[in-house]
Nanobody
């Protein structure tokens, strides 16, 4: 049984940094990838960043490129999202999701089978 669980988040001033962690357990192979989605109030859920488990391939949305970095520690079964130079528009619920895939990244959240509960990120101006 696949389990996904986030931690981190909180309140930070604009320009500050936060780090999110996502532990992923239960996949029977390494052919999957993990994504961070975010959703602001009244807006659709959007893909912020994603990483494959078995190859060094990452994706960062244009809105976070240069400020956010996704990484992983396979031994700890954990994916990280380091968020720097945060802006008020980065506020929202950040959710970790996983899906089986050997290549490519998918922006449609409906394609992801496994989700964490989400964690709130609030950036004050």
């Amino acid at each position: 049984q696949v389990q996904v669980a986030e931690s981190g988040g909180g309140l930070v001033q604009a320009g500050g940094s936060l780090s999110l962690s996502c532990v992923v357990r239960g996949f029977s192979s390494d052919l999957f990838h993990v994504a961070w989605f975010r959703q602001a109030p009244g807006k659709e859920r959007e893909l912020a960043a994603a990483i494959h488990w078995n190859i060094d391939n990452t994706y960062h949305a244009d809105s976070v490129k240069g400020r956010f970095t996704i990484s992983r520690d396979n031994a700890k079964k954990t994916v990280y999202l380091q968020m720097n130079k945060l802006k008020p528009e980065d506020s929202g619920v950040y959710s970790c999701a996983a899906m089986r895939a050997s290549s490519g990244f998918f922006a449609d959240p409906h394609q992801y089978n496994y989700w964490g509960r989400g964690t709130q990120v609030t950036v004050s101006s």
